[in-house]
């Protein structure tokens, strides 16, 4: 019998289930496949009343239920689980079939996966899925890859599975050939890690700067909510906040451990941008961040050190402080954003992708954990100018950090007076005085670059490559 599936999940744990579900409820019929048959059946137990379900037990089954060219989302843990669930499939499937990789991939892997399939006439769409397992049930942001053929009989599917941002357009669009889609998730990422590690540092200005309580700045954040800084991750800072533990009446964030962890995908960010020659500062120092947290054994030495303790503002400077806290937050978001565009640019020129910056800030819109109404504002500079060099080239973002930048110094400042770290703060700013600097101490860099190894530099009055004879004072042109 023919298969009459549309499409086909495989990997059944929270993520693929809600994914699963999601295009179940949608009206698509969904084949099921799991390793551990039973996580199938549960599935169809709890939730078959949802849509139309095809479980099946075995590889071969879940193939033959799909119909052609078959639909098949994979949904394991990234790395050797996903080679292997290929190299499980690959063999029963037909040219023009796809595999869909909805985990978050390395994107050399994703490539390396799709040259290898392409070779057997198979689709291997590498898909960026951001949303956690809510987004995956009610409508995430999805970043497919692969070719055009794929996205042509599979994106209206993920179209109507994706979250749709407030004009009513779908967060999902065709990112570019092979693991295009996987960076640009990766890259989201990067900068969700950014944003996180700059509202902790706003956070920790107003506990130790203004002296304001957990759950009072929870409702400057609420308020921020209301404003430019809208967004996802600054309405559930709020929350989070807010929370009480319940065993022992204290605000729940004094109860958990200081040190972050990750899983990977803001390191391998940082680690592609300095292979691409890209200034990801804020994306790095936010990997730092997490990095320097869990050295318990770094920290406890560190400890004794001297150093201000910090001591709150008095009550009516705390006000401004935390308005100002505002406008550098904003202001070196903005510079982190710009950061992680500047490098999906670079990738798109070294990975020979045509990534459309707008179409990507409007994805990011609904459905991702970044969702944020700025993100329109991407998009408008990126429609008024798609070669945007960067987006502090956009005269109102430029504008904007332009009227923030007193505020953003003041804090910068005050934060090391007080002694508060405030690594995402303060890389951004920097960022921001570095581009605007007429001149850069580069000059005495190469100076000594040639010093000490003959490195050679380029003058500003002419042409050519130069080096100095140090000792004997002369200075000649190279030939090339
Ligand atoms: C998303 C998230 C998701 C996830 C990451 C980050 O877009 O839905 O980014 O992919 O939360 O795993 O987790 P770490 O902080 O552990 O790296």
Redesign the pocket.
């Known amino acids: 019998m023919a298969g009459t599936a549309q499409i086909g999940v495989t990997g059944l744990a929270v993520m693929g289930r809600n994914l699963a579900r999601n295009f179940a409820r949608n009206g698509y019929t969904v084949a099921l496949h799991n390793r551990t048959a039973s996580r199938t059946r549960d599935l169809v137990e709890q939730f078959g009343h949802e849509g139309t379900f095809v479980p099946a037990e075995t590889a071969e089954e879940f193939v033959a239920a799909l119909e052609r060219p078959r639909r098949l989302v994979v949904m394991v843990k990234a790395g050797a689980a996903t080679d292997a669930v290929i190299d499980e499939f690959a063999p029963l499937l037909e040219p023009g079939d796809m595999i869909i990789d909805g985990g ?1 991939a390395h994107f050399a892997d994703t490539r390396r996966r799709e040259a290898a399939l392409r070779e057997r006439g198979l689709h291997f769409v590498g898909t960026g899925i ?3 397992e809510e ?1 995956a049930l009610n409508g995430p942001s999805i970043m497919p890859g692969g070719s055009e053929e794929a996205y042509e009989s599979l994106g209206p599917m993920l179209e109507t599975i994706s979250a749709k941002a407030a004009d009513g357009t779908p967060c999902c669009t065709h990112i570019g050939a092979d693991g295009a889609g996987h960076f640009v998730k990766m890259v ?2 990067g900068i ?1 890690y950014a944003d996180m590690q700059l509202i902790a540092e706003a956070y920790d200005l107003l506990r130790h700067g203004a002296g304001y309580e957990p759950a009072r700045i929870a409702e400057v954040f609420r308020g921020w909510n209301a404003g430019r800084l809208d967004s996802y991750l600054i309405e559930i800072t709020a929350e989070v906040l807010a929370h009480v533990d319940a065993a022992t009446g204290q605000p729940l964030v004094d109860v958990i451990l200081d040190q972050a ?6 390191r391998w960010t940082v680690q592609i941008a300095l292979d691409l020659g890209v200034p990801v500062s804020g994306i790095a120092e936010a990997v730092f961040a997490r990095s320097l947290s869990g050295h318990a054994d770094l920290r406890a030495v560190g400890r004794g050190l001297a150093g201000p303790t910090p001591v709150a503002l008095p009550a009516d400077e705390a006000e401004r402080f935390a308005s100002q806290v505002e406008e550098a937050l904003y202001a070196s978001k903005v510079v982190s954003y710009t950061q992680g565009f500047h490098q999906l640019q670079a990738a798109g020129a070294e990975y020979g992708w045509t990534l459309d910056l707008g179409a990507i800030a409007g994805i990011w819109r609904g459905g ?2 970044i969702r944020a109404a700025f993100l329109d504002r991407i998009t408008a500079a990126y429609a008024k100018d798609a070669a945007l060099p960067s987006l502090l080239a956009d005269e109102q973002f430029a504008g904007e950090l332009g009227a923030a930048q007193d505020a953003w110094r003041t804090v910068v400042a005050t934060a090391a007076r007080l002694g508060i770290p405030v690594p995402g703060f303060a890389t951004a700013l920097s960022y921001y005085d570095a581009l605007r600097a007429p001149r850069l101490p580069a000059a005495l860099t190469q100076g000594q670059r040639d010093f000490f190894g003959a490195h050679t530099y380029h003058r500003v009055d002419r042409d050519g490559v130069f080096h100095t004879t140090w000792s004997e004072d002369r200075s000649e042109e190279q030939q090339s």
């Not at 962890?261 to 803001?266: A, N, Y």
């Open positions: 978050n951001s949303g956690g987004g989201h990422n969700e962890e990750q899983k990977g995908t803001g991702c954990i």
